[in-house]
């Protein structure tokens, strides 16, 4: 197809074959692991105390089918819980100790927007400020919005508007554009590579102002034309290997991050990678880039400029 740059050899059959396989043995995702793992822990600390799950839900005053859930990995224990499960079930401190460690990690990894953002939404973008510093090579996902690292101050304070109205949080939305903004230096650091995919909807969404969009949309321009970033669109007329689902962020080969409207899930796990890196290959595989790319771009400037009043109209 005229206008599509495909790696050299692709093989569609090969890659949806090569996710499948990884896609069957990354289903259970870490965060399930480990919520699964911590409900083992509970369940070996009750029954070496010799309790049954009915006699310790008495014991701690709760209902019996939470005993269930959360040694059955259905459910997410508090510290309070843990450290109530424990207190009734071991003297030993390094069980609590233990409990407690495995469940902070499991968070790190399942972190609430709630709780993320409870510091501000500014606080939240220097923590993705020091994760892109200490990362050599980005790849990036979106199939609904610009990248953080690609966006304008109007285009950014309409994305972050909507967290503070989502969460209910504390108003900070000056500081946080700002900050999305500062992190945007790292694009001109030469040791670095970024490789972006966007859909042809993230240029198309009406996520903010028409004319606020056509700044964001010739910011997209430009950037495609920095020297350490790839930017690839797909245009709707693309043949998908596989469905655009949720973006993610490949921090180099160390882990995923990925947005969900209730979290955002950070993935470690070898295959958990892998499954994402062949996902991105397969994106990246009907992209377009370079001049195509900023073709499909201007093409839709150039649509949203025709649905603008004329200048005469807006003067009447």
Known sequence: MPGIERSPGTNFSQVWQGVGRLSRKGRVTSV????????????????????????????????????SKLENGKQTPSEGDVIAWVSATSDDEQDAASALAMLRTMESAHAEWQR????????????????????????????AFVPGLLQTAG??????AQAVAVFGLGDDIDDAVRARLARQEILYDQRKRFHFVITEAVLRYRLCPPALMLAQLDRLVAASTLPNVRLGVIPFEAPFVIAPGSGFWIFDDRQVLVEIF???????????????????????????????????????????????????????
């Open 116 to 143: 993320l953002l409870s510091g501000g939404a500014r606080h939240h973008q220097n923590t993705w400020a020091e994760m892109e510093r200490k990362s050599a090579r980005l790849r990036v996902f979106e199939p």
């Open 262 to 316: 209730s979290a955002e899930l950070t993935l470690t796990q070898d295959q958990e990678i892998d499954l994402h890196g062949k996902v991105f290959g397969a994106m990246s595989s009907v992209a377009s880039y370079g001049a195509n790319a900023r073709a499909v771009i201007t093409g839709v400037m150039e649509d949203l400029h025709a649905g603008l009043p004329d200048d005469d109209d807006a003067d009447s």
């Open 155 to 160: 285009y950014a304070r309409h994305r972050l």
């Open 32 to 67: 399930q692991r480990a919520r699964e793992a911590l409900g083992t822990k509970l369940r070996i600390l009750r029954t070496s105390a010799g309790l049954t799950g009915r006699e310790l839900a008495e014991r701690l005053s709760w209902p019996a089918s939470k005993i």
